[in-house]
Protein backbone atom coordinates (compact mmCIF):
# COMPACT_ATOMS: atom_id res chain seq x y z
CA UNK A 1 0.00 0.00 0.00
CA UNK A 2 1.45 3.54 -1.17
CA UNK A 3 0.79 5.92 2.11
CA UNK A 4 0.69 9.38 0.58
CA UNK A 5 -1.81 11.21 3.05
CA UNK A 6 -1.70 15.41 2.45
CA UNK A 7 -3.08 18.70 3.51
CA UNK A 8 -3.48 21.45 2.06
CA UNK A 9 -4.18 25.47 3.18
CA UNK A 10 -5.99 27.46 1.16
CA UNK A 11 -6.26 31.46 1.56
CA UNK A 12 -9.13 32.74 -0.02
CA UNK A 13 -8.79 36.42 -1.43
CA UNK A 14 -11.30 38.66 0.12
CA UNK A 15 -10.84 42.29 -0.50
CA UNK A 16 -13.04 43.02 3.03
CA UNK A 17 -14.89 40.85 5.00
CA UNK A 18 -18.48 41.90 7.20
CA UNK A 19 -19.31 39.75 9.80
CA UNK A 20 -18.10 36.25 9.75
CA UNK A 21 -17.04 34.37 6.93
CA UNK A 22 -14.77 31.53 5.96
CA UNK A 23 -11.12 33.17 5.33
CA UNK A 24 -9.38 29.60 4.30
CA UNK A 25 -9.63 26.22 5.02
CA UNK A 26 -7.12 23.51 6.20
CA UNK A 27 -7.77 19.96 4.16
CA UNK A 28 -6.15 16.64 5.69
CA UNK A 29 -6.14 13.35 4.75
CA UNK A 30 -5.79 10.07 6.38
CA UNK A 31 -6.52 6.61 7.28
CA UNK A 32 -9.36 7.67 9.14
CA UNK A 33 -11.22 10.72 10.16
CA UNK A 34 -9.92 11.11 13.21
CA UNK A 35 -6.34 10.90 12.12
CA UNK A 36 -7.24 13.53 9.59
CA UNK A 37 -8.23 16.14 12.03
CA UNK A 38 -5.53 15.59 14.15
CA UNK A 39 -3.33 15.95 11.25
CA UNK A 40 -5.40 19.85 10.46
CA UNK A 41 -5.56 20.80 14.09
CA UNK A 42 -1.63 20.75 13.84
CA UNK A 43 -1.11 22.08 10.73
CA UNK A 44 -3.71 24.76 12.68
CA UNK A 45 -1.48 25.42 15.41
CA UNK A 46 1.38 26.06 13.42
CA UNK A 47 -0.94 28.55 10.81
CA UNK A 48 0.14 32.42 11.83
CA UNK A 49 -1.54 35.06 9.47
CA UNK A 50 0.05 38.43 9.16
CA UNK A 51 -2.02 41.21 7.95
Do not use: P
Request: hydrophobic fraction near 45%.
Amino acid sequence: MIKCWKKSVLIFGKGEVNGHRRLGVILARDENTEKALAKAERAYAKLAVQL
